[in-house]
């Protein structure tokens, strides 16, 4: 159960994330489908997501925020563009505005979940995504970069106070 | 995301303890971490930056001298002006930022494998 591969081409600017699971299609569905299932691991733990709205048809939105340790609350925005319960969902991601409009920091990027039944039992999901731009791809990661570094502070702060500079 | 140590620690491919130290050191700071952020994805100059935090142009230079050494930033004269930028280029750009970017994935992974362990049916 879990990852399974992670398959990167720089030049596409595409990543696709496999993962295998030991349960049926629909309940690993519910994982996307559920917005309450949705905020639990969508963000980090140091910027838990809570997800506003939640319309997963074609044409709907779903609008979530995260919280930061600062209190800090970037918005994101998932335009839908297919829904195949319990199979595929394509939506486009990008950054939002205190308006839950696109806020324009960033081209949205693409991603496309497909579950599959595996032979034996369990599924297979996968999840691709394509940025618009190298510019777009490091909006994205300076983001996360900015989360994951506000956590990886916090685990570091007694090997700075032993170590000052 | 916990993508940011990695992500970081790529940037300097061989790294010495004392070069961690400076990396951690340089990293430690909100106004440092938002520099590189900027930096990232445009060039700018230290005036412009200077003109986005509540310090002198002279603090901000501090704060930059801080993150070139530690390898994070680059700076290049233009006129009278410093201009500041990431460090990373083109494709070994994209790669590294891909990297951080699975990451992102693979704490996303670790907690559905939580979520659906909890509550397999």
Redesign the interface.
Known sequence: ???TS?V?D??A?T?T?T?E???DAE??WQ?WADPR?LE?????PA?PATVVSHDLVPGGRVNYLMTGPEGDQPKGLWEVLEVQAPRRLVVSDAFADDDWNDSGIAAPMLMTVDIADRDGGGVVMT?T?TFAS??A?????????????????AQ?ES??AS?P? | MGSGLTYNLMVVDQISDAEVDRLFFALADATRRDIVRRTLTDEFSVSALARQYPMSITAVQKHVAVLEEAGLVTRRKEGREQRVSGRLEGIEKARSLLDAYEEIWRGRIDRMGALLDEDPA
């Not at chain 1, 639990?40 to 980090?44: I, S």
């Not at chain 1, 791809?137 to 502070?153: F, I």
């Open positions: 159960m879990g990852l992670v990167k720089p030049e600017l990543m994330v993962s699971w030991d349960v309940r690993a994982l299932q639990r691991w969508w963000g980090p910027y999840m995504t190298a510019e791809l490091e909006q994205m990661v300076a983001m996360g970069m900015e989360e994951g570094l506000t956590e990886a502070m570091i090997v700075l170590q500079a």
